[in-house]
């Protein structure tokens, strides 16, 4: 597989489950991204991870636990959701977080996992 | 604050016609610009990209930008469409390394 892929596609959970997303990127990146799309609004940035730390909690609840293991996979760990959790979220990655002269790294998308929460 | 505006919630182009979507940005620096477009179903894929230099630039599929500090905007062009260009087009600037996006344009090509 190329670029960036994430599992599953579809996921429905009940209020009292726990589920995981799982991305992974094949680009050789380091860092990488989750976003919140819901309808109607804006991408929402989640969390980043820099070289494996994380670098940025966009003020998510704790119901979102983030994992990254290694430069190549990211998780998205979810225990209690509400169903106003239900939306797109998209995973990207980026070659760094800031390339050294300053500018911002280009980010790449995944596909993203449709969450429904019941 | 950083923000970024779309104001064309829903555009409807026949094929084969002119298309422009619009981008207004609020920010002090010059900024970072990005275009992507999001098919149904599929993640968002990068159009073509602003850092510097001449205010025209061209991206994948035909499509091209231009950056005007001026009016604050970064209007996305295409000369002529096709029907594989029906999806949502999101505008996006940097700020303190983080992506802004506006809230999205979606595009409608009737035969």
């Known amino acids: 597989e190329t670029g960036v892929t994430q599992t599953p596609r579809h996921l429905v959970m009940g209020m009292t489950n726990k589920k995981s997303l799982k991305c992974e990127q094949h680009l050789g990146h380091n860092a990488m991204y989750w976003y919140k799309q819901s309808a109607k609004k804006p991408l929402e940035l989640m969390f980043v991870?820099?070289?494996?730390?994380?670098?940025e909690n966009n003020s998510v609840p704790s119901r979102f636990s983030p994992e990254c293991p290694n430069s190549s996979h990211l998780f998205l760990h979810l225990h209690t959701l509400q169903p106003e959790d239900s939306a797109l979220y998209l995973c990207a990655s980026s070659q760094e977080r800031v390339r050294k002269r300053g500018w911002p790294d280009t980010q790449y998308f995944g596909p993203g996992t449709r969450l429904t929460v019941l | 604050a950083q923000s970024v505006t779309q104001p064309d919630i829903h555009i409807t182009v026949s094929e084969g016609a002119s298309l422009e979507l619009r981008c207004n940005y609020s920010y002090g620096a010059t900024p970072y610009l990005f275009w992507y477009v999001q098919s149904p179903g599929q993640g968002l894929q990068l159009l073509l990209k602003y850092f510097s230099g001449d205010t025209l630039v061209q991206g994948i599929k035909g499509f091209e930008a231009e950056f005007k500090r001026s009016q604050s905007s970064f209007n996305l062009r295409k000369p002529s469409v096709h029907w594989s260009d029906a999806a949502e087009y999101f505008c996006a600037v940097v700020h303190d390394y983080k992506l802004s996006f506006g809230a999205g344009t979606t595009v409608t090509v009737r035969a």
């Open positions: 991870y820099n070289f494996k730390e994380q670098t």
